[in-house]
C-alpha cells in the first residue's frame, strides 16, 4: 500500500457567521493526484488554502506523513517547504529576478549553498523551457511564463505534496495548455503527490486519480477519477458536469 | 554703489557667519534624518505587526508629533521639559531630538502606508515558499515598500529642512538667527540689507531643496510608468 502523505479529518472552518467548511474528511496518497472540483464559492480554494496554514481552522485535524500539525504559524512555516502551493496569480516577487524567485526559499529558508540550490532551479527551468529567462525581471514574462516560474519556486524546495489553486484561472487562452502540460507532467515523470483547485474539467479528468466534489463546504462525493466524468455518483455533480462546457 | 545693501553681506565676516548658520542647520537637520528616518522605518514595520496594544501606542505616538505644532513641541522640549525632568540640554540637542522624533513619526506613517500597499498575495506567496516573518519583511515586503514610499520620503526630508527654520525660537545659531542678527547689526549702515541677508537664506534653502524636490517628482513619475509599462 502507497504511503498516506496528508490526512484531513473533520475540519471546519467560519469565517465570523458563515460556516465555510462542514466536516471535511480525505486523505491522499504518495504519488495520487486528487482534483478539488465544485461551484464558485463551494469552498474549494478555502480548503486547499487551510492546507498549507495560510486558512486558520476552528476545529479537526490535518495529519501531515502520520503526524498531526499543532496550527501554530511556526509549525506551518516549517512545513511549507513540504508542501508547495501555486496561486491563480502567480505572485513572482517583483524586485527580485526569476532566479532569485526560485532561489529566496532554498537559500534563505532551507539554507542550501547558492551553487547547489542554483543547479536544481536551472534543471528546473529547462524543463519548464525557460533557461534563459533566469536573469531577467518579472514584469518582462507574460502570464503563462510567470506561471510556469512560479511553479518552479514552489518545487525548488523539493516538496512532497503540491497545491495547484486555480492556476490557469488567469492566463490567456493560449498559455493554459502550457502550463497545464507542465502540471501533468508533474503527476506522470515526477509522480508528485498533488491536490489540484481547477475548472479545466478536460485538464481534470485527465489528472485526476481521484475527484472531491464539494458544494457549500460539504464534500458531496469522493469518487475515481475515471468514474466521476462518466457516472458521478450524486445528481449534484451530474448537473455541475452538464453545466460545464468541455 | 558706495551704499549698495549687498555690500552687507560682504561687510566684516557677515558671509562666513551665514555659511557657519547654514552649517549648524545642515548638521541638525541631517543627524536628525539620519536618526529619525532610521527610527521611523522600525516603528512603522512595527505598525504592521498584528498586537493591538503596540499598534495603538504608536499610532498615539504618531498623532501627537503630529497634531501639535512643532513650535510648541520645540518650545515644549526647551522650556518645559528640563524644568519639570531637570534634564538640561543644550539647545542643538534638543532641536536635533525634536526633529528626530518628528520624522521618525511621519517616517512611520510613511514606511507603514507603503507596506501595507504591497498586495495581499505577495505576503501569501512569501508564506508558501516557507520564509518566516523576518525574512518576510526583509526580502519581500521592504524591498516593494522602498519603491513605493521614496517620493513621499523625500518629501519629508524637504518639509524637515525647510522647518529648521523655526530653531531661532528657542535660539539655536542657525542660518536664519544669524541673518537676523546681521540685519540688526547693520540696520544703520544698510537700510535696505534686510533684503539681501533674507535673500540669500532663500537661495541656500532654495538649493538644498530643490534638487530633493525634483529628484522626488522625477521618481515618481518613473514608478508610474513602470507600473503602467
Redesign the interface.
Known sequence: MAKQILKVEHLEKSYRENHILHDINFSIDEGEVVALLGPSGSGKSTLIRCL?G?EPYQKGNVIFNGKPVVPTEKNW??L??QI??V?Q?Y??????TVLDNIL??PV???HQSREAAKATAEKLLDQVGLREYENVYP?QLSGGQKQRI?IV??LA?NPELMLFDEVTASLDPEMVRGVLNIISKLAQDSNMTMIVVTHEMNFAQQIADRVLFLEDGHILEQTDGTKFFVNPQTDRAKEFLESMDF | MAHSGINVLFEGRNLVRLFGGLGTTIEIAAVALVLGLILGIVLGVLRTFPNRLLRLLLRLYLEFFRIVPTVVLLFLFYYILPRQLGVNMPANEVATLVFALWTAAEMSDIVRGALISVPKHQRESGLAIGLNRWQLYRYVLIPQAVSLELPATINLVTRVIKTTSLLMLISVMDVINVGQQVVEANNQKYPTGVFWVYGIIFIMYFVIDYPLSWWAKRMDKKRLERANG
Open positions: 498549507n495560510l512555516q516549517k511549507r517547504q508547495g502551493m496561486f496569480s505572485d513572482l516577487f517583483p524586485n527580485l529566496l526559499g534563505k529558508v532551507q514584469r512560479a519556486r514552489a524546495l
